[in-house]
């Protein structure tokens, strides 16, 4: 059974920065490609920002580039996303997410279906 716990999320002030976790169990040997979906109040689910199985290619939201920094360890099988400069726009509950890589993963890494698991959320709540 594979599981994704996230961890590190919180209550912080514009500005302020956060490192959210992904931790994966119960994966066997294969490429996982990972990826960080938010949901705000009243709003639909959307992309934040993925990295493939080896770490070498990373991508993001137009809404976060250049404040959020997204990386792996391998070793631990954990994702972490690092952000920086939050806003309240930010406000959302942060959700880790996984799936077999594929070579044309940059075609698709935006989307949901492709992500196979997905763990339970975890609250970033950025006040102004």
């Known amino acids: 059974q594979v599981q994704l716990v996230e961890s590190g999320g919180g209550l912080v002030q514009a500005g302020d920065s956060l490192r959210l976790s992904c931790a994966a169990s119960g994966r066997t040997f294969s490429r996982w490609a990972t990826a960080w979906f938010r949901q705000a109040p009243g709003k639909k689910r959307e992309f934040v920002s993925a990295v493939t199985w080896s770490g070498g290619r990373q991508y993001y939201a137009d809404s976060v580039k250049g404040r959020f920094t997204i990386s792996k360890d391998n070793s631990k099988d954990t994702v972490y996303l690092d952000m920086t400069s939050l806003k309240s726009d930010d406000t959302a509950i942060y959700y880790c997410?996984?799936?077999?890589?594929?070579?044309?993963?940059?075609?698709?890494?935006?989307?949901?279906?492709?992500?196979?698991?997905w763990g339970q959320g975890t609250q970033v709540t950025v006040s102004s």
């Open positions: 997410t996984s799936g077999r890589e594929t070579p044309d993963f940059f075609s698709y890494y935006r989307r949901e279906d492709p992500y196979e698991y």
